[in-house]
C-alpha cells in the first residue's frame, strides 16, 4: 500500500513543499502548522495563546478533512521559542483533547521558527478500524 497526501490551501497559505497530511496504513503524518491565517492569507504573529490556538485550529481542520479529530492523535511535538511560556501554551492546547485521551508528546526549546512565529505543532493520528 502507498502512501497518500493530503494538501488543502484553505487551510494554511504558507507555502512551500510539503503536505499538509502524508496517510500511510492507519498512521496519519500531519506537519507541523504555524500561527497563520489563511482568512487574511498571513501569518498571525501573536502571543502564545493566540498562536497556539492557530495551530491547533489548522492542526484540528486537516484532521477534519481526513474524518479524524483530536481524540485520534497518538503523538505530538512541539518546537517553542521560549519554554518560559509553557504552561500558558499547554492551558490552551489541553483544551482541544477528549478528557483523559491526552497523546504522547514531546516539547523542545528552539532558537527560531519560520516568520517569527513562536510555536509550531505537528502530530500523528492513527485511523481505528471499525
Same mark, same amino acid.
Given at each position: 500500500?502507498?502512501?497518500?497526501? =493530503? =494538501?488543502?490551501?484553505?487551510?494554511?497559505?504558507?507555502?512551500?513543499?510539503?503536505? @499538509? /497530511?502524508?496517510?500511510? %496504513? $492507519?498512521?496519519?503524518?500531519?506537519?507541523?502548522?504555524?500561527? $497563520? !491565517?489563511?482568512?487574511? +492569507? +498571513?501569518?498571525?504573529?501573536?502571543?502564545?495563546? $493566540?498562536? &497556539?490556538?492557530?495551530?491547533?485550529?489548522?492542526?484540528? %481542520?486537516?484532521?477534519?478533512?481526513? %474524518?479524524? !479529530?483530536?481524540? !485520534?492523535?497518538?503523538?505530538?511535538?512541539?518546537?517553542? &521559542? *521560549?519554554? *518560559?511560556?509553557?504552561?500558558?501554551?499547554?492551558?490552551?492546547?489541553?483544551?482541544?483533547?477528549?478528557?483523559? +485521551?491526552?497523546?504522547?508528546? &514531546? &516539547?523542545?526549546?528552539? /532558537?527560531?521558527?519560520?516568520? %517569527?512565529? @513562536?510555536?509550531?505543532?505537528?502530530?500523528?493520528?492513527?485511523? +481505528?478500524?471499525?
Amino acid at each position: 500500500m502507498s502512501a497518500s497526501r =493530503h =494538501h488543502n490551501s484553505a487551510v494554511s497559505k504558507i507555502g512551500g513543499a510539503y503536505s @499538509h /497530511a502524508v496517510v500511510d %496504513g $492507519d498512521y496519519v503524518f500531519l506537519s507541523g502548522q504555524l500561527a $497563520d !491565517d489563511a482568512k487574511h +492569507r +498571513r501569518v498571525a504573529i501573536g502571543d502564545i495563546v $493566540d498562536e &497556539t490556538r492557530a495551530a491547533m485550529e489548522l492542526l484540528q %481542520g486537516v484532521l477534519a478533512d481526513l %474524518g479524524l !479529530d483530536f481524540g !485520534d492523535v497518538v503523538k505530538v511535538n512541539i518546537y517553542m &521559542t *521560549d519554554l *518560559d511560556q509553557f504552561d500558558r501554551m499547554n492551558e490552551i492546547y489541553a483544551a482541544y483533547f477528549p478528557a483523559g +485521551r491526552f497523546p504522547a508528546r &514531546t &516539547t523542545v526549546g528552539v /532558537a527560531r521558527l519560520l516568520f %517569527g512565529c @513562536h510555536i509550531e505543532i505537528d502530530c500523528v493520528a492513527r485511523r +481505528r478500524q471499525s
